[in-house]
């Protein structure tokens, strides 16, 4: 069965980095880009950005552009988010999603099925 | 960026009844919408996809309508794993964006 598992809890400090990692199984992992969105405590959910885990590509949200660098490993099925320059506003939940497999027979759907089970990080000084 | 307005941002209703919650584009996106159900502590979990097929294994209870700007989730005979928080979700353009939420509560 399809699973997403994420990296733990982390607490940073402001203007310092995090890097979340997604571990998929279940699946081939190269065949669907993965997604990340975060939350903020009580709040809605918030899309980043794609990364094609086949070719590496990349699509940020304009709001996240020069901070944040989607990587993935395809020799250990892992995606990878990395956020920079931390603000205390970037504390969230922050989760993993898989494209659903399109209902056309290609291309992508660029909404999700899968889900991580989710990251809180939390940044304070 | 397109815009989801979503209504009401919350709302009690009573085991058995029909609820209907809708979500407005701020500009037309066609069928490009989804909706998920969120329970505390937990991931979103799609629950109909191009904003009126329903996801496999999610119940027949739920349906979505609607095209354009105007889209509608029900659910008809509410049961008590039904009390969550619902979005929908365009991905007609970028940045994917979602609603701000209805949360469904016990009455």
């Known amino acids: 069965q399809v699973q997403l598992v994420q990296s733990g809890a982390e607490v940073k400090k402001p203007g310092a980095s995090v890097k979340v990692s997604c571990k998929a199984s279940?699946?081939?992992?190269?065949?669907?880009?993965m997604h990340w969105v975060r939350q903020a405590p009580g709040q809605g959910l918030e899309w980043m950005g794609w990364?094609?885990?086949?070719?590496?590509?990349?699509h940020y949200a304009q709001k996240f552009q020069g901070r944040v660098t989607m990587t993935r490993d395809t020799s250990l099925s892992t995606a990878y988010m990395e956020l920079s320059s931390l603000r205390s506003d970037d504390t969230a939940v922050f989760y993993c999603a898989r494209d659903r497999p399109p209902s056309r027979g290609f291309g992508e759907s660029y909404y999700f099925d899968y889900w991580g089970q989710g990251n809180l990080v939390t940044v304070s000084s | 960026a397109i815009q989801l307005t979503q209504s009401p941002s919350s709302l009690s209703a009573s085991v058995g009844d029909r609820v209907t919650i809708t979500c407005r584009a701020s500009?037309?996106?066609?069928?490009?919408l989804v909706w998920y159900q969120q329970k505390p502590g937990r991931a979103p979990n799609l629950l109909i996809y191009?904003?009126?097929s329903l996801e496999s294994g999610v119940p027949s209870r739920f349906s979505g309508s609607g095209s354009g700007t105007d889209f509608t989730l029900a659910i008809t005979s509410l049961q008590p794993e039904d009390f969550a928080t619902y979005y929908c979700?365009?991905?007609?353009?970028?940045?994917?964006?979602f609603g701000g939420g209805t949360k469904v509560e016990i009455k």
């Open positions: 500009q037309g996106i066609g069928s490009d």
């Open positions: 990364i094609n885990p086949n070719s590496g590509a990349t």
């Open positions: 979700q365009q991905f007609n353009s970028y940045p994917l964006a």
């Open positions: 191009d904003a009126s």
């Open positions: 279940g699946y081939t992992f190269t065949r669907y880009y």
